[in-house]
């Protein structure tokens, strides 16, 4: 039985149902208590058959910088982060009611058919839909798991060498201008750069317009910036087969998932040849390729793994021969030196909240500053894995009296708070320490949204002209309070974990 489908098999009113869903709108991993669902849906409701231009005033648009939220997540408890963005409500479903269109579905899913024209190089990143319980996100893992990683395994039969590579910064150094490109390709394109009506100038347009006419770089956060990417790489692709076929290299394979390439040959030169020619293509769309990324390596079979699930497999079952908690997170915390932010790191944390369920009280109180202490350094060094960490924190506190209880949640909260850009982080935080202290200040304005404050604004609504969009945009509140208010003090593994089947 199958078990997902690629979005681009969806005619177009089912591809514009599934743009409009929530995890698609957003695939940032927020808490429960934040749902799009009914904005999204009134608002596509409202404006359907209405273009964005009878219902707001553009050029006013085009003068704000705050039309989407950014938020920022900080990736290595330093200076290194990456901002996330929840584009306007009214600006996705425009675009989305856009895109999915009859025609322009149509049209987009021919081009499609011409960059995969090569079976000789793969893209395994479009978006998919489940088609059991699980989510759409979880279903994306697995395929990348399944035909990237045991893929990858079976092509050591075929190949000598594989080489690794990636886009530097990809998101955000995208050139929009390119994704008319894609659609038309370059020349057409450039032919009719004033053409109001050519969809590739519409979509380029629409991003512009919501960030402060900005032409390089796309918002990361949502489904749909993920399939707009898959159309620039795609083109990429094309031209790539292209180069390939004019240099007479016939011999490789290449699985491409969004911006990481797996490059695999029988000649180390035809690899280099091709890491030539891919680098030189990507300059006009403004993207790069990683250079302290890109490898080779003869051993394609442990190429193939990554690293982190490798080391993780090769020590001595840490999890059933752990006998004592706090040897236990200590193991995983001495992987998460070696492979910070890592999936088996996020995999291995799972397991260890897993097992706090089949622990006694007694034990779980016997460590819980020292394991309280050694979680939170994970977490500020680990951003990703902030959700899991802020819950297994969460267990370990509630065994504790109420003022050792406060005195250590405030000690939690004011070392992950120092890390810049860490907005992220406070979400999970608050959602963590929701019952501990309520007096205690949160900057991100997700958490001023939650903690009551009315005059807090997520979008700049200015530049909107119809007077019923704004209604709804005021009286439906993506934040619910109910859900919020009813959570417990421990955070389930349901509020975070995607492979978990819903209502299980």
């Known amino acids: 039985m199958k078990n997902r489908t ?45 273009s964005l231009t009878s219902i707001a005033n ?71 839909k489940s088609l059991n319980k699980q989510s759409n996100k979880a279903q994306q893992i697995l395929q990348w798991w399944e035909e ?15 080489f690794d590579t990636d886009i530097a910064d990809c998101y955000g150094s995208i050139y929009t201008h390119s994704i008319a490109w894609a659609l038309e390709t370059k020349d057409i394109a450039k032919q009719h750069i004033n053409d109001k009506n050519l969809l590739g100038n519409i979509i380029d347009k629409s991003i512009q317009s919501a960030q402060y006419q900005q032409t390089n770089g796309i918002p990361q956060g949502s489904i749909l910036m993920d399939f707009i990417a898959e159309m620039v790489l795609g083109y990429v692709d094309e031209l790539l087969t292209q180069k390939l076929e004019e240099n007479s290299i016939e011999n490789y394979q290449i699985l491409r998932y969004r911006d990481d390439y797996r490059i695999f040959v029988n000649n180390i030169n035809d690899g280099e040849i091709i890491l030539k020619l891919l680098s030189e293509i990507l300059v006009p769309f403004g993207l790069k390729l990683n250079s302290s990324k890109t490898k080779s390596n003869s051993d394609v079979i442990t190429a193939s793994i990554k690293k982190d699930k490798l080391a993780w497999l090769q020590l001595p079952d840490p999890e ?17 030196l070696n492979y910070p932010n890592s999936g088996s790191l996020i995999a291995a944390l799972s397991n260890f909240q897993k097992r706090l369920k089949l622990e006694s009280k007694k034990n779980i109180k016997q460590y819980s500053n020292q394991i309280i202490s050694i979680v939170t350094d994970i977490a ?89 969009i704004k209604e709804i945009l005021k009286n439906n509140s993506f934040f619910n309070n109910n859900i919020f208010d009813n959570l417990d003090e421990i955070i389930n593994s349901d509020e975070f974990d995607i492979f978990i089947y819903p209502n299980s």
């Not at 999915?100 to 058919?113: A, L, P, S, V």
């Not at 990237?148 to 594989?162: A, D, K, M, P, R």
């Not at 991100?444 to 997520?458: M, S, W």
């Open 58 to 128: 553009t050029k006013r648009m085009k003068e704000l910088d705050d039309i989407n939220y950014t938020l920022y997540t900080n990736k290595d408890g330093k200076l290194s982060w990456r901002p996330l963005q929840i584009i306007h409500p009214l600006v996705y479903v425009s675009l989305v009611h856009k895109i999915t269109e009859q025609k322009n579905w149509k049209k987009i899913k021919n081009r499609f058919k011409d960059f995969q024209k090569n079976p000789k190089i793969r893209c395994l990143s479009i978006p998919v």
């Open 320 to 336: 059933s021969n752990t006998s004592n908690l706090q040897k236990y997170i200590l193991v995983i915390r001495h992987h998460s």
């Open 380 to 468: 500020y060094h680990n951003p990703k894995c902030i959700s899991i960490c802020c819950a297994i924190i969460s267990q370990f506190l509630l065994e504790l009296n109420r003022n050792v209880y406060n005195e250590l949640a405030t000690k939690v909260y004011n070392k992950l708070k120092t890390a810049p850009n860490s907005g992220f982080a406070q979400i999970w935080l608050q959602r963590m320490l929701k019952n501990a202290i309520p007096t205690i200040n949160f900057s991100e304005r997700l958490c001023l949204l939650v903690a009551g404050d009315n005059q807090i604004k997520i979008w700049n609504h200015s530049w909107i002209d119809s007077t019923k």
């Open 6 to 50: 690629s979005l681009l098999r969806l005619q177009s009113k089912s591809a514009k149902a599934f743009f409009l869903k929530q995890e698609s709108y957003c695939s940032i991993d927020l808490p429960s208590y934040f749902s799009f669902k009914d904005l999204l849906e009134k608002l596509s409701a409202e404006i359907e058959n209405k």
């Open 148 to 162: 990237v990683e045991q893929e990858s395994i079976t092509l050591s039969l075929e190949y000598n060498f594989v």
